[in-house]
């Protein structure tokens, strides 16, 4: 049954493979009159291409961005926007080893499981390529954000237990590739990323999402909460493993008075709420992150089992990042942007 | 816009506020011939009821739900449930005090600035007695995990940022009021409870919520992926602040190799994906962990402003829980049941 | 799996069987701040009521509406608003002779296909008697409508056959309670409804519906309509079997100049389409017809089958209708209102 | 808001513009295991492909489809399937005239007074071509029916007025441009065509669609009934005015008596119901009518006005059809598979 959409006044729907022809997004509830182009989408689509850095796969797609509907001379016509982008550089032959072993930590059992069919090629529909349609939605759910003054940031807050600690200026992660603003902790990084390459393994770590000026009254009680959309839209991310609201897993260790944000005239004291309250906005920024499994394909051998149930070794051999934070960064401002665009049209529907 | 409502194929819409007629559910979906009547649903009820313990409010709802449609001679039809629960304690006058005050912590300000008008008695929609409605649901569904032999527990792990550690038993949580298997720590969870209930202050908790006998195969692609689903259930829980999934935030902090959940012929060798993997189910147990806030009704004293800005100070009189652990057990094993509900009616239709 | 909702930005669910506890609605997506109390609804229930008149059944239901969640001091607050409508006037025992056969015209066999088990009382589901729940939502909706000046109103326009070709002035239909407001074709529609009330048999007839003053610009290409969603509305209705937009069933016997309505500086000159083109409103009047059968609850004996497929007669001896054309003008406001609502809401996501 | 997409099992989403870069539409919810290859979707593409005979429009579109996700080896994945058809012979030049005048009959007026903007390049999003996207669906849903051994029919019953009347034998209608299988009838109704071109005019009818084998049980109450949802899907293609089911406007005229289809321990004996009773189908044939009006795109000159209200005249020059009726044709066999696919599908979530 349809699971493949996201959003209800601004709705997303993804499709496609790895190794297919192409993936892409069908985006609808789009307001009409914004200005867009391929080169926006190709800017934010860069932001998440592999191949950048040392923590990087090598898996060199153009990712190019094809409008194919929903604009007129450069504006949105509210119509459905469908974006594509064509699967260039599939080297299917480097999975034809394992099309009949099953990866550990990745769907090819449980999508095995499920549809009694797979494509094995690069993950198929589990890829983490499909993300890439995610962020050309998220580009275009910026465009009505950028109307309300809204601002999305996200920074790498811990790599293989390595966390930033000084975070004063985020801008400071445009220089590293690891997109993390504390200098010294990246190089701490970088060096835990080497040694885990030699090893053949790979990493994990946190992802940081802060979102400015989001006017308080946003999210639906009571299942629509604000944070319960944000949860799912974060989870959905395929390799993260816990999405934490505000104060988080620390929120469950102060005392209430500890934990609650008192208010003042001018605002809230503090902001352990990361910006909402029951659900819904309350004008603070809006605070989450993201706990990110280490990528699973690695090259340290494994033991799984074939279609038929035999114990096997497994090395995966493909063109792999041995850390995806820097790319998820980019995913995760995506999802953020399309659940803020989808309450804040929501929102108006009350007026 | 609609936002109380949750589930595709297995459908809840819950109505209703702390201190109005009544609350409850309508349930869509839950498939007929199944046995079902008010006792079972009673059953349920009592397990989340305040007022048991050291811990708990002292509002006393004798919780007492009817079922109005749905079924008949004792069996489900098909037809919507609706299951309602009349408001006989509700002490509108303990809120009048702070009818124009928002109370940090609570919704009273985002609901004000969402719709310009609230009902503050008791926090209205927002009040935890809503999560009655979902206890009720969570009876419904379980009947239908019954068939499949589904079995879902839950525990405190943890409140006050006191932990259990030894778990050998988890049916020992039966012998405390506050649903912990670990003796020892409860002994430290209500000496805690007790010192910061002199200060008028309150305290939070951890959850654990492990869901046995799932078939591999459950969830869908890519957004409505079984943890992604998870973790929106769990974050509509009022006071849920994070959301894990098997190793959770531990997860980032592993490599690759040490995360991987490595693949014999009897199984999975470790269980650190929590029992999904790329957001279906792998036959192993489902493993969640939310982390909730203190209850933000305190007596202490705290700063917030009037409905016209100014400074006041507040100390919320009501009758409220110091520690909501012990009843969110109950809330979140019905919000796992619905969640493994509705996608295994949805795994029906691939068929 | 859920079918008892609709409406995405205005949603209804309704609940109950015809002989169970109650039958009700829940609302979603209402605005807050709108004055609403129950002689509201009662007024609108009040007009579907059985037992005014030559053509009715003689169950007496008082249908008093009870408003158990979504409003505070008289006005809707945002939150979901369940209106609740017990049975009280229920005789159970009166079907217990068809308890195991299935009434020709009816949705006994159906339901007892699809679900292997049915509530027979009365139809349960699937009586007239769901239609009170929409008509209460029917009258939430229109306060909405009302803000916007949007008046809808319908008439009689056939029944047994027998067409009102004089209709100058729609309010005359509240001389007679046929609702029609041609009293010359009045008169000849008693004529004809008594013969058959004789002959232990029913009429059907045709309704018609106008919605004026609907600004253009409302409904969502290519599937949600505006007519597409109408003819879902008014089609849910039990016993209509045919939904007309505008010149209907005519406008395919015309040429494509005959059709079009041409477009004036000060509007359109013909309104063939129903105030409708490409499925979003025109500003002129929607239009809508829908032929509805007559009720196949008739006393004349009929061939049917019991539930082991033995051939049976029989004689439906229940409290019935001789003809529903009278009511269903009531269910069919409800149904517009409620299209036209959460069309309306839907418009503004796009602003 | 979102309103392309339709279905809740078996969803899909279309896409596209008539003069844009591509239509298409995104499957989701289809099982796996499927066989399904290009040639298959372009044999139903073929059937209402424009050009083919007196009727047609002169544009030349191959209208081949591409399968760009979903499918793997030839076979379904249980993932969304996306098929594009390339715009090729899309003359946009000969609409510039008509950039600022809106066509009567036309949803130009309408998409301006929506969203303030519209492509107006051959009706944009509103344009026929759309249906060419549901027809690839349709090709789709058919294989899930014919595992069910469910056939759809489709004829042409009436154009310009003239009605078929010898319908003994259905495939007649592929002895003729006109789709309609009483052979005395197409003589009359081309010479209709004939003359009504020579007048720079158009024409509508009336086409009959016969599901067959499909199993009782079908359907779901109350909103979501079988022939609300067929009624839905038929008026949401673009020249629909009205919608009947089984003996649909005649229903309105019979006695219940006459119109009850009466039960026999082989089958009802008559099917004036047209296999759905109270929204659920029977097991008999599901039978619709859909009445189409005439194609608004004619020479003959007609008043309208520009987008400052200046009255003019306009005679539509592009390569326009005389009458849709034959391609409307597939397009509503289409839908009814779609229709009849997601409600089987629906079914299965209750066993």
Redesign the interface.
Known sequence: ?????????F?I?????SH?????V?I??C???LAIDEALIQKALDKRKPGQGISGTKRKEPDHP?????T?NG?T??????I?IENKDAKSKSYDNIASL?R????D???Q???????FRG????SAR?TAARVAAGAVAQLVLDQQGIKIKTYTL?I??IRANRIDDISQKEKNDLLCPDSEAVRKMELKIAE?KK?G??????VQIIASNV???????????L??????????I?AV?????????C???????????????DGF?TN???G????????DDIIARV????????L?P????DEN???REISTQGRHDICAIPRINMVCEAMMAIVLTDHI???????
């Open positions: 049954m349809s699971g493949s959409s996201f959003g209800k006044a709705n729907t993804t499709f496609g493979e297919g022809q192409a993936i892409g069908v609808q509830g307001p009409p009159g094809i409008i194919m509907s929903g007129f504006l016509t509210g119509t459905p926007i469908m594509m099953f550990p930590g990745h769907g059992y449980t999508y499981a499920k549809y009694g069919i797979r494509d993950g198929g529909r589990a499909e811990e293989g237990g885990v090893q393994d790979s990493l994990g770590g946190v006017p308080a009254g946003i999210g639906e009680p009571v299942f629509d909460k944070d319960a959309d944000i949860a799912k839209a974060l989870m959905s395929g493993k816990a999405v934490e609201i505000g104060a988080g897993t929120a469950s260790q102060m005392t209430g008075f500890e934990n609650n944000d008192q208010i003042l005239p004291q352990h709420s990361g909402i309250l029951a659900g819904i906005s309350n004008g706990h990110v499994k280490p990528i699973p394909s690695i340290k494994q033991k799984t089992i149930g035999n114990s049209l929501r929102q108006k529907t009350l007026g």
